[in-house]
Nanobody, 109 residues
Framework: QVQLVESGGGLVQPGGSLRLSCVAS????????MGWYRQAPGKQRELVADITGGITNYADFVKGRFTISRDKNTVYLQLNSLKPEDTAMYYC??????WGQGTQVTVSS
């Protein structure tokens, strides 16, 4: 059974940083593409970044600000230069259909 557990969210001021973590179990982690998605209230869930092996892919709205990485059974998302519009629930995703419970990121002064 696949289990994804996120952590690291919180309240941060504009311009601040957070590091999200997703610990995966029940999968052959090294073979998997892993992704981070986010969903703001009233909006659809959207891809933030994903990583397959060492190849990374980013949504245009986070390029240069966020960095996805992985180590052992954990995938990380470093969030820098945060903006109020980055406020959302952030979810870890293991294709095709496994999701974590989410971690809330709130950017506000």
């Amino acid at each position: 059974q696949v289990q994804l557990v996120e952590s690291g969210g919180g309240l941060v001021q504009p311009g601040g940083s957070l590091r999200l973590s997703c610990v995966a179990s029940g999968i052959r982690f090294s073979l998997y593409a892993m992704g981070w998605y986010r969903q703001a209230p009233g909006k659809q869930r959207e891809l933030v970044a994903d990583i397959t092996g060492g190849i990374t892919n980013y949504a245009d709205f986070v390029k240069g600000r966020f960095t996805i990485s992985r180590d052992k059974n954990t995938v990380y998302l470093q969030l820098n230069s945060l903006k109020p519009e980055d406020t959302a629930m952030y979810y870890c995703h293991a294709p095709p259909s496994d999701w974590g419970q989410g971690t809330q990121v709130t950017v506000s002064s």
